[in-house]
């Protein structure tokens, strides 16, 4: 049988910003997710800010690791829950960042791993690349998810995210 | 006229028990890339490696670009008997924790080498970019995944998935 | 498959898309395969009813050393992209970045002609790509390996322009594309 990505919900942030982009109720049929985000934080002082996930409410039981570029060298970390990274105020007007968050086994009774590739752009020679390693040591099966600013208290007009489910 | 989806689910399997080598055989020419996604657990902390064909030649290479949570670098095996996708990003004991996503692109073609791109992850050890190369113009029809090399002891334990996606393009 | 509930969060003018029962997602909207080959391969008239693009290509340079893979958004050839990458050649890890660049780039994925057979490989994300109030960042996953020498990259590029992108152009950096070169176009629906 052949089987398809399916568009779960996209969420565009509009002109009052959103201190949060949420998805509930996620439907349980499906095996894997991808959440794609295009956005900008209105972080002060900086080009980016990293962008924070949260399943199911929950806050708690995130690690990983972090490799990332700056556009002069590069160098790894710890993280916890970052899982993108989107522009900020002093990039470039109307950049955005594009991430990739990818999911497999969301509805599991194990621990969850997540895949994260992202990018922002600024018409400068610093703008930061990562890759992320992410674990939510938790085996409930995620039923919604969240990602907000990690600095920045609200993700700017035109930010977006699409979530897909893949079986 | 029905339509033909593009991102097609070919196979999947979830280990219930112990494998020594997990095999995707007879995969349809009919696609244009391959996409595999992986979670592995094995019962010795050890790397994903692959053939494709059941070939132990000599024709497998690779660049890793990797980040340890400290140390972020590069490393490089040529002309190799076995391709390999992980090298921080490996899998552990413990189920859900690792995951690799693997993009095999122009997997018929058999008038061109196998290029591979994968990300490989795990939160506790390490993040994996690599690109693999199998120097073979055969079509892949068979691909094969071991832990701890094909030759070793180690398995794949309960709760390791692999799923096996073909991505039809369009027309020329 | 349907959504049964969403949550707003008092988010003002946001947007939630309803699920159709047209579940094909990710579609094809063109492919060149070359037979021979070809300085450029473009694509013109992108629909504007997807979300996102996606461009899969595995390329071969036709000169004695590896190319980028390069491209331009509808026509413009100005200084008004930027780009940057974060990438690994077996030595060591390297980042690096440019601004008012003509042009945006997959590093090193066009392989040289030097290495029989070897071709390189890139996946190419566009997000947004027709949204008007936007400029246009991309994030690419890409590399070459030729059982001597490789390179894998994260790179991104942003086009400094909100206009929707209706053609791509995409190019080597010096040299053309070789046979068997290969660029498909994929849209991934609202």
């Known amino acids: 049988m052949a089987l398809q990505i399916y568009k779960i919900a996209t969420v565009e942030v509009g002109s009052a910003g959103a201190s949060s982009i949420d998805f509930a109720s996620i439907p349980q049929g499906y095996t894997d997710l991808k959440l794609v985000v295009c956005g900008r934080s209105n972080r002060a002082s900086s080009v980016f800010d990293d962008i924070l996930i949260s399943f199911n409410g929950s806050t708690s039981s995130f690690t990983g690791r972090e490799l990332y570029g700056n556009g002069a060298s590069a160098a790894s970390i710890t993280t916890a829950r970052a899982a993108s990274i989107a522009t900020a105020s002093t990039a470039t007007t109307n950049a955005f960042g594009n991430s990739e968050i990818y999911v497999p086994n969301y509805t599991s009774a194990n621990y969850k791993s997540f895949s994260v590739d992202g990018v922002q752009e600024t018409n400068a020679t610093t703008a930061y690349a990562i890759m992320i390693a992410g674990l939510w040591s938790n085996t409930a099966a995620i039923t919604s998810l969240s990602l907000s600013p990690s600095v920045g208290t609200s993700f700017d007009q035109y930010s977006t995210a699409t979530l897909y489910g893949i079986l | ?172 | 498959m349907s959504i049964t509930r969403l949550t707003t969060n008092g988010l003002t003018g946001t947007k939630y898309d309803t699920v159709s029962a047209d579940n094909y997602y990710m579609e094809p909207i063109a492919t060149t395969l070359l037979a021979s080959s070809q300085a450029t391969i473009s694509f013109t008239n992108i629909p504007q009813n997807y979300k996102h693009l996606q461009v899969r290509a595995f390329g071969k340079s036709t000169t004695t050393s590896d190319q980028d893979l390069r491209w331009q958004y509808n026509g413009d050839t100005s200084a008004s992209y930027s780009i940057h990458y974060l990438l690994g050649n077996g030595s060591g890890a390297f980042a690096a970045g440019a601004a008012n660049n003509t042009l945006i780039r997959a590093n090193s994925t066009l392989v040289r002609s030097t290495y029989t057979s070897v071709y390189g490989a890139v996946v190419i994300d566009i997000l947004d790509y027709a949204n008007p109030y936007k400029n246009k960042t991309s994030r690419h996953l890409g590399g070459s390996e030729n059982n001597t020498s490789g390179q894998i990259i994260l790179d991104s590029g942003c086009w400094y322009n909100t206009a929707p992108i209706t053609s791509i152009l995409f190019y080597p950096s010096s040299g053309n594309f070789d046979t068997y070169s290969r660029i498909s176009l994929y849209g991934l629906k609202a």
């Open chain 2, 1 to 172: 006229m029905a339509k033909t989806a593009t991102y097609s689910l070919i196979a999947s399997t979830t280990l219930t028990g112990t494998a020594a080598q997990i095999d995707f055989n007879s995969i349809p020419g009919t696609f244009t890339d391959l996409v595999m996604v992986i979670t592995g657990v094995s019962n010795s902390n050890d790397n994903i490696f692959y053939r494709f064909n059941g070939s132990s030649s000599a024709f497998y290479s690779r660049t890793d670009l990797y980040g340890t949570g400290t140390t972020a670098s590069s490393i490089r095996a040529s002309s190799q008997t076995q391709g390999r996708l992980t090298n921080y990003g490996y899998p552990s004991t413990t189920v859900g924790e690792q995951n690799t996503i693997w993009h095999i692109m122009d997997y018929a073609n058999t008038t061109t080498y196998k290029t591979s791109l994968c990300r490989s992850n795990r939160a506790s050890s390490g993040v994996d970019a690599m690109v693999n190369l199998f120097s073979s113009t055969s079509a892949i029809t068979s691909i094969s995944l071991a832990t701890n090399t094909f030759t070793g002891t180690a398995n794949w334990q309960s709760g390791t998935t692999a799923k096996l996606y073909g991505i039809q393009a369009g027309s020329n």
